[in-house]
């Protein structure tokens, strides 16, 4: 093969590559960072009462349950979450989790909604 031919070979190779940057990866890396870190402060602060509907708690991935809550808006979520709500405590009875983390565990929320 020519060094021409094996050139091209390379740089179209290398170009092909490039189309599979780290800035696509790098927007889904963190996210699926996000999505794992909520759903882990999910499972250790809030799924006693969001796995079982516990005093009217809407069960992660229930769409019905969810709906009306999600009409108001993430932020509404996070804020109810932070300082209570109906029957849940403020920060879930966790005084030390904070905003940022409340943020995540909603996010994994709502990536766990399923239409019923």
């Known amino acids: 093969m020519s060094k021409k031919i094996s050139l ?9 590559l490039s189309a599979c940057s780290d800035s696509d990866k790098t927007g889904n ?6 999505l794992l870190a909520g759903e882990q402060l ?5 799924k006693a009462c969001h796995g079982q509907g516990i005093n009217g708690a809407p069960i992660i ?3 019905k349950m ?4 999600i009409e108001k808006g993430r ?3 996070v804020m109810n979450a932070f300082s209570g709500y ?3 405590p403020a ?3 966790n005084e030390s989790i904070t905003k940022e983390e409340i943020d995540l565990v909603v996010g994994y929320f709502l990536s766990e909604l399923e239409e019923q």
């Open 8 to 16: 091209l070979i390379l740089v179209v190779t290398m170009l092909s």
């Open 29 to 34: 890396d963190k996210e699926t960072a996000q």
């Open 42 to 46: 999910a499972k250790k602060n809030c």
């Open 61 to 63: 991935g229930n769409m």
């Open 66 to 69: 969810w709906g009306p809550r």
């Open 75 to 77: 932020e509404a979520l």
């Open 86 to 88: 109906g029957l849940m």
């Open 91 to 93: 920060k879930g009875g």
